[in-house]
Structure formats: structure tokens, C-alpha cells
């Protein structure tokens, strides 16, 4: 199986989509999946792929991958490095890459819909299986169930899956409670008043203002949030002008927000508003800022006891010691709203995906952050051997422990 889980993962890295763009992914899996026995749905949520195999009496269990890639310009120099580029859904001209790893999501999924399928004398129940589109916009989950996906398949007992992480391949990460946290994206428009930059003094400079309150925002975390919380505050856009001697009128924040917790989320939001405001006031901006609610979903809270049911049956079938404790990840996820849509369960765990040997060389040295580039960069390159037999045999494993045994066995 590893030449075909290689052959599909080089596939798919090759050709990346961005989201609900995902239209070749989503064939790909559509005709796996009715080659396997599946009762294929295609289309869900605009590009979303679901694939039900009523295997006799017993529980419901759905696995879950995401399919869309990043706007981001590959430089792994992998010899089958993306070159695909696209234009993203606000107009911009990107390469494209699968920087968060979805490509080895899918690949997995698909190799645990085989093995699965062809080994259904040892299980009997129902599997579903989901491909996801938009995950990085956080809405794809959410888009899905919206289009009627639990009209079209069973409502499971369970909702599992995983996401790939700069840790040594092999390793598994399975943390209960508050396991990916929330986001919130905010959109900040700073007004100001233009001139030429030879004469400030008849201005209201908005560059100025904003780097302002880019550093009064940082204190947030730092002030406002208590020792025991966690949260994370970033302006990843700040955009204003387009000459050197030009004072703009207005700038422009992009902020991006997660925490784990409802009243922390809270706390955040409104010490934004009331920073963004202030300084504004404080600069005598000519009008007030304008706040504007992007993207938002909730932590991904993983159901504590099935959480260890499932850490037990990952230990029992890799051993103790390559099943750890993660802790909370800053990162998000929408997975989770495929499980609360319907009320049940969910457990997502970790998958390591980088090269054992230079993550243990990293580690000794101290450098992790500079050698190991993290989901998102240009440089996330997961190796296929041992990610990919881990990521399937993980699937089938914490599967085969929710079904029911066959009968007459």
C-alpha cells in the first residue's frame, strides 16, 4: 500500500486548490470511493464529498479529511513541489501549495476508506466518510452540514480525524477538553486625514494611528488576560498609502484572534473595540473606526472520556510512548462543527509528518522554530514514509475500536 499511498499523496500535493475551488480533488476522491463500494455524494457544500458503506448492524462512525489548499508560493524544493497558481476569491494571483497538509488529510482518508472497505469482515455498523472543502476559510464544515449533508448521510455516533504537524512522523498527539482554539477575524479601518508629507502638521496621519494601535493591541494578552487563559492576538495586515510622500486618509488592520474560551473571547473582543476606539479618539481621527467581523468558529473541544478511549486503542496498536499529550493548539479548526451540528462526540488528534531524524537533530540543538517550518509556510514539507501509514492506520485503528464486532463470527 505504500507506493499507492505515495502515488496519491504526490497527486494531490502536485495540484493543489484553494477552497471551494477544490473541484479535481473532489472527482478524485468521488471515483476512489465508488470503485471502493461507496454510496457516493458529490457536491456538498459546493465541492464537499461524502462516501456512506452500510456494513450491517452496529455504531456510526464518520472520519473526516479537508481538501483545500493555501495561497501560498511553495519553495520545499521537493521534486513534485506545486507550481499550480490561482486566483484566490478576493481577486488576488497566488502560487498554490498545500502548506497546512491537507494533501496528506486526504491521501490518509482515502488509504482508511480502502482498508476499511476491504477488511469489513473484522467490523460490521456504518462508516461515513467526509472530504471537506474550505477548512481555511472555516466555513466549508459549516457549508456542508448547511447543504443537507446529515439529509444524505447517517447521523454518526462519533465524528474522528486528524491534522498533520511539524512533529516527528509517527508520533500521535491526543489532548481532551479545549484541543484547537476559536477564531475570530476582524477587519480594522482607520481614518485619518491625507496631505503631503512635507506638512503632518494639516494632517491626521492613519499610519501613525495604526502603528499605534498595533502595539496597544499586543498588550492584551499581556494585561488584560489572565495567567491561566490563553490567548492569541495578531495583525497580520496592516496596509495604508501608496507613495513615500504621500500621508494616506485612511489605513487598514487585519486582525486575527483565537482563544479557548467564551469569556476570555469576550474580554478580547471588547478590549479591541475599546483600544481601536481610544486610539482613535486620542490620535482626533475626524471620524470613528470601523470594526468589521470576518471569519469566526469556535474551539474544537474533544470529548474527554472518548478522548481517552480512543489515546488507549492508539497505544495499545503503536505502543504508549508514540501517543503524547500536545497540550491546547493555537491553531483552529472547523471540523468540530460536523460533531456539535448533530450533538455528538469528537475526537482530533495530531499527526506527525516531519522527517524523525532532523526533528530529533532540531530539538538537541534548540532550534525547532528556525529548522522545522511550521502549517502555513512555503517551506512545510510532511515526508510520506512513516506520515502516511501512520495517518491511515490511525483512522482504522480508532474506527475498528467504536464498531460493533461482526456477527456470526
Same mark, same amino acid.
Given at each position: 500500500?505504500?507506493?499507492?499511498?505515495?502515488e496519491?499523496?504526490?497527486?494531490?500535493?502536485?495540484?493543489?486548490?484553494?477552497?471551494?475551488?477544490?473541484h479535481?480533488?473532489a472527482?478524485?476522491?468521488?471515483?476512489? #470511493?465508488?470503485?471502493?463500494? &461507496?454510496?457516493?455524494?458529490?457536491?456538498?457544500?459546493?465541492?464537499?464529498v461524502?462516501?456512506?458503506?452500510v456494513?450491517?448492524?452496529?455504531?456510526?462512525?464518520?472520519?473526516?479529511? @479537508?481538501?483545500?489548499?493555501l495561497?501560498?508560493?511553495?519553495?520545499?524544493?521537493?521534486?513534485?513541489?506545486?507550481?499550480?497558481?490561482?486566483?484566490?476569491?478576493?481577486?488576488?494571483?497566488?502560487?498554490?501549495? +498545500?502548506?497546512?497538509?491537507?494533501?496528506? +488529510?486526504?491521501?490518509?482518508?482515502?488509504?482508511?476508506?480502502?482498508?476499511?472497505?476491504?477488511?469489513?469482515?473484522?467490523?460490521?455498523?456504518?462508516?461515513?466518510?467526509?472530504?471537506?472543502?474550505?477548512?481555511?476559510?472555516?466555513?466549508?464544515?459549516?457549508?456542508?452540514?448547511?447543504?443537507?449533508? &446529515?439529509?444524505?448521510?447517517?447521523?454518526?455516533?462519533?465524528?474522528?480525524?486528524? +491534522?498533520?504537524?511539524?512533529?516527528?512522523?509517527?508520533?500521535?498527539?491526543v489532548h481532551?477538553?479545549?484541543?484547537?482554539?476559536?477564531?475570530?477575524?476582524?477587519?480594522?479601518?482607520?481614518?485619518?486625514?491625507?496631505?503631503?508629507?512635507?506638512?503632518?502638521?494639516?494632517?491626521v496621519?492613519? /499610519?501613525?494611528?495604526?502603528?499605534?494601535? /498595533?502595539?496597544?493591541?499586543?498588550?492584551?494578552?499581556?494585561?488584560?488576560?489572565?495567567?491561566? @487563559?490563553?490567548?492569541?492576538?495578531?495583525?497580520?495586515?496592516?496596509?495604508?498609502?501608496?507613495?513615500?510622500?504621500?500621508? %494616506?486618509?485612511?489605513? &487598514?488592520?487585519?486582525?486575527?484572534?483565537?482563544?479557548?474560551?467564551?469569556? /476570555?473571547?469576550?474580554?478580547?473582543? *471588547?478590549?479591541?473595540?475599546?483600544?481601536?476606539?481610544?486610539?482613535?479618539?486620542a490620535?482626533?481621527?475626524? +471620524?470613528?473606526?470601523?470594526?468589521?467581523?470576518?471569519?469566526?468558529?469556535? %474551539?474544537?473541544?474533544?470529548?474527554?472520556?472518548?478522548?481517552?478511549?480512543?489515546?488507549?486503542?492508539?497505544?495499545?496498536?503503536?505502543?504508549?510512548?508514540?501517543?503524547? @499529550? %500536545?497540550?491546547?493548539?493555537?491553531?483552529?479548526?472547523?471540523v468540530?462543527?460536523?460533531?456539535?451540528?448533530?450533538?455528538?462526540?469528537?475526537? &482530533?488528534?495530531?499527526l506527525?509528518?516531519?522527517?524523525?531524524?532532523?526533528?530529533?537533530?532540531?530539538?538537541?540543538?534548540?532550534?525547532?522554530?528556525? @529548522?522545522?517550518?511550521?502549517?502555513?509556510?512555503?517551506?512545510?514539507?510532511?515526508?510520506p514514509? %512513516?506520515t #502516511?501509514?501512520?495517518?491511515?492506520?490511525?483512522?482504522?485503528?480508532?474506527?475498528?475500536?467504536?464498531?460493533? *464486532?461482526?456477527?456470526?463470527?
Amino acid at each position: 500500500m505504500r507506493q499507492s499511498l505515495r502515488e496519491t499523496y504526490v497527486d494531490l500535493h502536485s495540484n493543489p486548490e484553494l477552497s471551494y475551488q477544490e473541484h479535481r480533488t473532489a472527482s478524485l476522491v468521488a471515483e476512489r #470511493l465508488a470503485a471502493l463500494g &461507496y454510496v457516493v455524494h458529490s457536491g456538498i457544500g459546493g465541492t464537499g464529498v461524502a462516501g456512506v458503506l452500510v456494513n450491517g448492524d452496529g455504531p456510526c462512525v464518520l472520519l473526516r479529511a @479537508d481538501m483545500d489548499a493555501l495561497p501560498v508560493t511553495e519553495d520545499t524544493g521537493l521534486p513534485y513541489a506545486s507550481t499550480v497558481r490561482a486566483t484566490t476569491a478576493d481577486g488576488v494571483e497566488s502560487g498554490i501549495m +498545500h502548506a497546512c497538509g491537507h494533501d496528506v +488529510h486526504v491521501t490518509a482518508l482515502l488509504g482508511a476508506a480502502d482498508v476499511l472497505a476491504t477488511g469489513r469482515a473484522a467490523w460490521s455498523g456504518t462508516l461515513v466518510v467526509v472530504f471537506q472543502p474550505a477548512e481555511e476559510l472555516g466555513t466549508g464544515a459549516r457549508a456542508m452540514v448547511d447543504d443537507g449533508l &446529515y439529509d444524505l448521510v447517517p447521523r454518526p455516533d462519533i465524528v474522528l480525524g486528524q +491534522h498533520v504537524a511539524p512533529v516527528a512522523a509517527g508520533l500521535l498527539g491526543v489532548h481532551g477538553g479545549p484541543a484547537f482554539a476559536g477564531t475570530d477575524q476582524l477587519g480594522v479601518r482607520l481614518v485619518g486625514r491625507g496631505g503631503h508629507g512635507s506638512r503632518p502638521e494639516t494632517t491626521v496621519d492613519p /499610519v501613525v494611528l495604526a502603528a499605534s494601535t /498595533v502595539l496597544r493591541l499586543q498588550t492584551i494578552v499581556s494585561r488584560e488576560v489572565a495567567a491561566g @487563559d490563553a490567548a492569541v492576538v495578531t495583525v497580520g495586515m496592516p496596509q495604508a498609502g501608496t507613495k513615500e510622500n504621500i500621508i %494616506p486618509d485612511e489605513a &487598514y488592520l487585519g486582525l486575527n484572534i483565537r482563544t479557548f474560551d467564551e469569556a /476570555v473571547r469576550a474580554r478580547v473582543l *471588547a478590549a479591541v473595540e475599546r483600544i481601536v476606539q481610544g486610539e482613535a479618539a486620542a490620535a482626533g481621527a475626524p +471620524h470613528p473606526p470601523q470594526i468589521t467581523p470576518g471569519e469566526s468558529f469556535p %474551539p474544537l473541544i474533544n470529548d474527554p472520556a472518548e478522548t481517552e478511549r480512543t489515546r488507549g486503542a492508539l497505544a495499545a496498536h503503536f505502543g504508549a510512548e508514540r501517543v503524547i @499529550d %500536545p497540550g491546547p493548539v493555537s491553531g483552529s479548526e472547523d471540523v468540530g462543527v460536523l460533531a456539535t451540528a448533530v450533538g455528538v462526540p469528537i475526537v &482530533y488528534w495530531l499527526l506527525g509528518g516531519w522527517d524523525p531524524a532532523a526533528f530529533e537533530a532540531a530539538a538537541r540543538a534548540g532550534t525547532l522554530d528556525e @529548522d522545522i517550518p511550521s502549517n502555513h509556510s512555503p517551506r512545510f514539507a510532511p515526508v510520506p514514509h %512513516p506520515t #502516511l501509514e501512520t495517518g491511515v492506520e490511525a483512522l482504522v485503528v480508532a474506527a475498528l475500536d467504536r464498531f460493533a *464486532a461482526p456477527s456470526g463470527g
